[in-house]
């Protein structure tokens, strides 16, 4: 069984840049959740995507956007880079039809806003 | 917005030691896990409760779920250097969306 994966590991961008994040869910898995974690904090949630959609937000500015492709992998894009931007960006996969919450999660993308 | 809250945040036992990870909210929810989450990596999924008062054990660590599922905590037995890390709650309601707490720091020193 192959585990979420992500890439880049580390990343280190200027503000005002654009960036890419991407993941590759668990085999299995339909549904695809991004977190954003600061140093210090636990998990926020950024946005879940199903069926190649959007299946809900938490509170993120419209440049945090997303994309889920046909075979369930995911990317995550942010405009318009801020200082606070930096962080660890947690791409989680799941099962949409076993309800339970339960979160596989990739090693992460460390992301510094210079 | 579900607000989780953990304490203590931050933990530095020997080993040997028991220690009890507390994790409160004033919602209801539908499920609740924990995570543990090494420095660099991505949290682990350690174990799902749902069920009011259902407590579970996995080797040296209990956990449990509060009667009316708002609040739930975890104990760890004789904590060992393997089990530093940091720990998570995460709870969901009707959209099993989960919200994580901040998170408890554990250090267990040899």
């Given amino acids: 069984e192959t585990g979420v994966t992500q890439s880049p590991t ?70 318009a880079l801020e200082l606070d931007d930096s962080a ?6 799941s099962r949409q039809d076993k309800n339970t919450g339960e ?3 990739g090693e992460g993308s460390r992301l510094t806003v210079l | 917005t579900q607000l989780l ?10 080993e040997g030691e028991n220690l ?12 609740l896990q924990w995570y543990r989450q090494e420095p660099g990596e991505g949290p ?15 080797k040296r660590l209990t956990f449990q779920f509060g009667d009316a599922r708002k609040d739930s905590s975890l104990h760890i037995t004789a904590a060992q250097p393997g089990d530093t890390g940091l720990y998570l709650c995460a709870g969901s309601g009707g959209s099993y969306i989960p919200t994580f707490g901040r ?8």
């Fill in chain 1, 10 to 79: 580390h990343l280190i961008k200027t503000r005002g840049q654009q960036v890419t994040l991407r993941c590759s869910s668990q085999s299995g898995h339909n549904t695809v959740s991004w977190y954003q974690q600061a140093l210090g904090q636990g998990p926020q949630f950024i946005f879940q995507y199903y069926r190649e959609e959007e299946n809900g937000r938490g509170n993120f500015p419209p440049r945090f956007s997303g994309l889920q492709f046909p075979n369930y992998s995911s990317e995550l894009n942010v405009n």
């Fill in chain 1, 88 to 93: 660890l960006y947690l791409c989680a996969s």
């Fill in chain 1, 103 to 105: 979160l596989f999660f």
């Fill in chain 2, 5 to 14: 809250e953990q304490s203590p945040q931050f933990l530095s036992i020997q």
């Fill in chain 2, 20 to 31: 009890t990870v507390y994790c409160n909210s004033s919602s209801v929810f539908s499920s």
């Fill in chain 2, 44 to 58: 682990v999924l350690l174990v799902t409760v749902v069920t009011g008062g259902e407590v579970k054990k996995l």
């Fill in chain 2, 103 to 110: 998170g408890t720091s554990l250090i267990v020193h040899p």
